[in-house]
């Protein structure tokens, strides 16, 4: 089973053009540098779904009897947990994300859109002519519930013996990490990394050695053991794994006199993957400031900037032009000096370190992590 790319979540409603192969895809080609991780599977015994037996975009087939529709709406009546969190997360999104669009359009590969929106149900034509099959409330929901959980007529689950009103099957796939590597792994011809490697971190990284799964921490309890509920909101979890510790020798700074000095120290203290992981264009970018509140608008001083964030070069296949992600179980010091000058207001100091999401280098309005710390202004 090839492995495909990971999802970018964002706003929006079209595809602009990317069009759907229902041919079964290009094997990922191998790299020079970085070999392609081959996603293990269970043997799926005659009496088990194999959930991905066909290509995508695949058919989800009939509508289970019990159910109005393929639509997340449906599933939302009864599973209330898990479609809220869907709704609010990345594979609801999948589909109307503005840097996927962008970049699926750089690519042309029909992997993308075979990702972002995996059913045949949701294109309107397959291979130039019209599909029957086309439900457009089913495009504008991306990776919805039917991607993963309706094959021919039966509503697929991931263990045994569950009673419900509608027919059911089960998969043991549902809780594998190989699961995830059919979108969440892709390598381009001639590229020196796999352009998406968040299945390749994961079998590298301490979680994977250890078995934990990609499941236990972005569809169960964590490692509490205490499951209060299906997450299918992964994206909720943005930063969970990133510790941020603001080192100082002193609370105290002096307009026009030495700057303030530290490190911010960056952990990657729980993700089974490197933060960030997932789409090569998101990364997320460490900025630490003094600010002075007055009566009128804040003084801030000049910010101190980290990227983690994986630069490419600006053309398929995206050859890596530098990475200065986290790995998993890695820790890194940003040396950090900031100064006020002796012209500076007089008022209350705080030193603001955030965490933001950068998409292709731009921060955005997204704060992933932030910390605040009153300082002793002179």
Not at 39 to 58: F, G, Q
Not at 303 to 316: E, H
Not at 327 to 335: D, L, Q, T
Request: net charge negative.
């Amino acid at each position: 089973m090839n492995p495909r790319p990971l999802l970018l979540a964002a706003l929006g409603v079209c595809l602009l053009g990317i069009g759907p192969f229902t041919k079964k895809k290009p094997a990922a080609e191998a790299t020079p540098t970085e070999a392609q991780p081959t996603p293990p599977r269970v043997r799926i015994p005659p009496d088990i779904v194999d959930v991905w037996a066909d290509d995508l975009p695949l058919l989800a087939g009939a509508t289970p009897e019990g159910l109005g529709s393929l639509s997340a709406q449906s599933c939302g009546s009864c599973h209330i947990q898990a479609h809220d969190s869907w709704h609010g997360g990345a594979h609801a999104g999948s589909a109307s994300a503005e840097p996927w669009r962008t970049v699926a359009t750089e690519a042309a590969d029909e992997r993308c859109s075979s990702c972002h929106l995996p059913l045949q149900e949701q294109y309107a034509s397959l291979d130039g002519q019209p599909n029957p099959n086309w439900s457009a409330t089913l495009t504008t929901e991306g990776v919805t519930c039917a991607s993963c959980h309706v094959r021919d007529g039966a509503v697929i689950v991931g263990r045994p013996g569950v009673k419900a009103p509608h027919p059911v099957k089960w998969s043991p796939q549902l809780g594998e990490s190989a699961f995830c590597a059919d979108c969440h792994q892709l390598s381009f011809a001639g590229g020196d990394k796999p352009l998406y490697d968040t299945f390749g971190e994961w079998q590298r990284s301490p979680q994977g050695q250890a078995g934990v799964t990609c499941q236990a921490c972005h569809d169960g309890p964590g490692a509490s053991g205490v499951q209060l509920g299906s997450d299918h909101g992964p994206a909720a979890r943005a930063g969970r794994g990133l510790t941020l510790l603001t080192e100082l020798a002193t609370d105290r700074v002096i307009r026009g006199g030495d700057p303030l000095t530290g490190n911010l120290r960056l952990q990657n203290s729980g993700a089974g993957h490197h933060i960030p992981s997932g789409s090569p264009f998101s990364g997320l970018r460490v900025e630490a400031s003094i600010r002075i509140d007055t009566d009128e608008e804040p003084w801030l001083s000049e910010p101190v900037l980290y990227d983690l964030a994986r630069t490419l070069a600006g053309a398929p296949p995206y050859p890596t032009t530098a990475d200065t992600r986290l790995a998993a179980g890695e820790e890194r010091s940003v040396p950090m000096s900031i100064a006020v000058p002796v012209d500076a207001p007089a008022g209350p100091a705080t030193l603001t370190v955030r965490v933001v999401r950068t998409v292709r280098g731009v921060a955005t309005d997204e704060v992933v992590k932030s910390q605040e710390l009153p300082l002793d202004l002179d």
